[in-house]
């Protein structure tokens, strides 16, 4: 389209935007000037992308998981052992193994018996732990235990107290040197030998007790 002006022959028409058109004289040269529009360094953007990576990477190692908790390393404790502590209340201490020696002696047997649980043991009816049944036979007293010991050897306490736990026998005839082990009625322990009859034919015997 004429836009009614004449043209002259140096008058170029600018086909790109941005294009400058540097008139001259006919027949000179003709310079055209292309501004572009500046474009940001490549060196500049892939340093920002590394250093964008970088922090994202930073964030997620130091704040892990949301949900994750340290799970507290429990104490040790130490357990008790019982050395220096009092027994617990509404117990009793072992007794001793070998029984504590109440009396030991030579005594007769009186027409009842023996209380062995007097110290020392006293003839008579009242009490007896062991007493006499005929001639040359004895039997346990009221609530008492008698058993003969086989053997030469007076018994120990704890053969004793082992022997009489398998009940009493009902009569005994103890030889002369024969061993009777005996658990009195309040829970002595006694171990008699029989030394043989004095001229009355009471029997004499050799009795050695235990607190047990």
Known sequence: MSDGFPRTGNELKAERPGAVVQSGSIGGDVTIQQNFRHSPPV???????LVAVGVVVAFLVLDGPRDRRATPTPTPTATPTGGGLPPPAGTTPAAAGN?????AGDVRMGPGGLDLDANPAVPGDAGADIRKDHYTEVAPGQGAVAVEWPGPREPSFEECRGRVAGGSDVLLEPQVGGKLCVRTTEGRIAAMTHLGPDETGRFWFAVRVWDS
């Open 43 to 49: 060196g500049l953007l892939v340093l920002v992308l």
């Open 99 to 103: 029984g504590t020696p109440s009396w």
